[in-house]
């Protein structure tokens, strides 16, 4: 999937990757491309999650996973859970992101998430 104008799109440095991009289409939702590096990276994936008032798994625990984002689409706050279950609750306001790798560390448990009120979109992307 290509990001469309590369004026809508930022270049991530990832070492694991030889290009990795994310922009937005005209709605505003997450689109991104990964091309690997190297045979042991994987395949972007992307997808768009509605989430309301019970909580739903927004990203499944991935040993393999080498970067995760997690974007909130929606006007109302959404809460972010790790699989631990504990009190580790991160909120995103609207269009807030959360990033689960940085150069040390990639989380590769599942994420949960749920709203105070309302159903809206998050958008999901993995590698």
């Given at each position: 999937?290509?990001?469309?104008?590369?004026?809508?799109?930022?270049?991530?440095?990832?070492?694991?990757?030889?290009?990795?991009?994310?922009?937005?289409?005209?709605?505003?939702?997450?689109?991104?491309?990964?091309?690997?590096?190297?045979?042991?990276?994987?395949?972007?994936?992307?997808?768009?999650?509605?989430?309301?008032?019970?909580?739903?798994?927004?990203?499944?625990?991935?040993a393999?996973?080498?970067?995760?984002?997690?974007?909130?689409?929606?006007?109302?706050?959404?809460?972010?859970?790790?699989?631990?279950?504990?009190?580790?609750?991160?909120?995103?306001?609207?269009?807030?992101?959360?990033?689960?790798?940085?150069?040390?560390?990639?989380?590769?448990g599942?994420?949960?998430?749920?709203?105070?009120a309302?159903?809206?979109?998050?958008?999901?992307?993995?590698?």
């Amino acid at each position: 999937m290509g990001c469309g104008n590369p004026g809508n799109q930022v270049v991530i440095g990832d070492p694991d990757t030889t290009t990795q991009r994310a922009g937005v289409d005209a709605a505003g939702r997450l689109k991104t491309t990964s091309t690997p590096g190297d045979s042991a990276s994987a395949m972007t994936t992307a997808a768009i999650v509605s989430v309301g008032t019970s909580q739903v798994e927004v990203l499944a625990a991935n040993a393999n996973r080498k970067h995760g984002l997690i974007q909130n689409l929606d006007s109302s706050d959404l809460f972010v859970r790790f699989a631990d279950g504990g009190a580790n609750v991160h909120v995103l306001p609207q269009n807030g992101a959360l990033q689960l790798d940085n150069p040390n560390f990639v989380y590769t448990g599942a994420v949960w998430a749920i709203r105070a009120a309302a159903t809206g979109d998050v958008g999901v992307t993995e590698a």
